[in-house]
């Protein structure tokens, strides 16, 4: 039996006052996504049937290049938030969960550039 209270238990293992801006990121990013979604999804409802030059011309314009490399860039940096979460919480060693970590951010980077040089290529022209 301890003789001690809940708060002197507690002390010196509470909150390091960190992982807030980690979880306001991640919320952000959630929320960006909410009409940046929808724009996508709109948009690739309103070019069902359409051709490659379609696309093209439609990619031309500088806004839809501006809004899906935006769309690309924030759904990435939330995928990647988001997956390193899962590892922290459930992988238990750390050698595998800095691994992980590492790999996740280096593939979220390398896909993110990827299909941003897409996006450029098919909007600057072949």
């Keep these: 039996m301890k003789m001690r209270s809940a708060l002197g238990q507690v002390r010196g293992l509470g909150s ?12 952000l990013t959630a929320l960006a996504l909410v009409p940046l979604t929808l724009w996508f999804v ?5 070019g069902i ?11 031309e314009v500088p806004g839809h290049m501006a809004m899906t490399a935006l769309m690309i860039i924030v759904t990435y940096w939330h995928g990647a938030l988001a ?15 800095i691994a992980s970590l590492i790999a996740i951010k280096f593939g979220a980077f390398v ?10 290529k098919l909007g600057l022209g072949d």
């Design 111 to 120: 896909w993110a550039v990827v299909a941003l040089v897409a996006i450029l």
């Design 83 to 97: 997956l390193g979460v899962v590892i922290e919480d459930y992988v238990h060693n750390k050698t595998a969960e």
């Design 16 to 27: 390091a006052k960190t992982g807030t801006d980690h979880w306001y990121t991640e919320r």
């Design 42 to 46: 709109a948009s690739l409802i309103s």
């Design 49 to 59: 049937g359409s051709d490659y030059q379609t696309l093209k011309a439609w990619m």
